[in-house]
């Protein structure tokens, strides 16, 4: 994408070969997802969004249905877009957008099947604060076991299956 986005800096004419045309050849809805017809926002408006939605499918959905989806995607957007919605264009941002509305599916369909990890060590960002352990669990559980100091001790919290506690706060 990146190599892509120079190319098309440096030699305009890139663009107009692989956007979508009207009445162009079914193989531009393929290399319309190659080209920022917008230019240099488009390029890291999409390179950003990218970034942050690429690495996470990849872990939800694997590496292999992550491409899948990308491309089923952004070609299919693409071909609708030949069809009459915007005849002339590219980029890749509606290929992103697929990958987003996968995870969202993704989520609705496994997220409710699959276990929460509990958040260890209270994480700011975990929305949980951590409490110490009962005294009873306190001598097996390891210096690498004990929470971080200034955790809650005004409440009892329940264990968990690795022996750590978790209190909701």
């Not at 999409?46 to 499918?57: I, Q």
């Given at each position: 994408m990146?190599?892509?986005?120079?190319?098309?800096?440096?030699?305009?004419?890139?663009?107009?070969?692989?956007?979508?045309?009207?009445?162009?050849a079914?193989?531009?809805?393929?290399?319309?997802?190659?080209?920022?017809?917008?230019g240099?926002?488009?390029?890291?408006f999409?390179?950003?969004?990218?970034?942050?939605?690429?690495?996470?499918?990849?872990?939800?959905?694997?590496?292999?249905?992550m491409?899948l989806?990308?491309?089923?995607?952004?070609?299919?957007?693409?071909?609708?877009?030949?069809?009459?919605?915007?005849?002339?264009?590219?980029?890749?941002?509606?290929?992103?957008?697929?990958?987003?509305?996968?995870?969202?599916?993704?989520?609705?369909?496994?997220?409710?099947?699959?276990?929460?990890?509990?958040?260890?060590?209270?994480?700011?960002?975990?929305g949980?604060?951590?409490?110490?352990?009962p005294?009873?669990?306190?001598?097996?559980?390891g210096?690498?076991r004990?929470?971080?100091?200034?955790?809650?001790?005004?409440?009892?919290?329940?264990?968990t299956?690795?022996?750590l506690?978790?209190?909701?706060?």
């Amino acid at each position: 994408m990146v190599v892509l986005g120079v190319a098309q800096a440096v030699a305009p004419a890139v663009i107009d070969a692989l956007e979508r045309h009207p009445h162009g050849a079914w193989w531009r809805a393929v290399t319309a997802l190659m080209v920022q017809s917008s230019g240099w926002p488009q390029l890291l408006f999409n390179l950003g969004a990218l970034a942050v939605v690429a690495p996470v499918a990849e872990r939800q959905v694997g590496p292999w249905r992550m491409v899948l989806i990308f491309a089923t995607s952004g070609v299919m957007a693409q071909a609708v877009s030949m069809a009459g919605w915007s005849l002339q264009g590219g980029g890749d941002s509606v290929a992103i957008c697929g990958l987003v509305g996968a995870l969202g599916t993704w989520h609705l369909v496994r997220g409710a099947r699959q276990r929460r990890r509990p958040a260890v060590g209270g994480s700011p960002h975990s929305g949980r604060r951590s409490c110490p352990l009962p005294p009873d669990q306190q001598s097996r559980s390891g210096p690498a076991r004990r929470l971080r100091a200034g955790s809650r001790t005004d409440k009892s919290c329940p264990p968990t299956p690795g022996g750590l506690t978790q209190c909701d706060g």
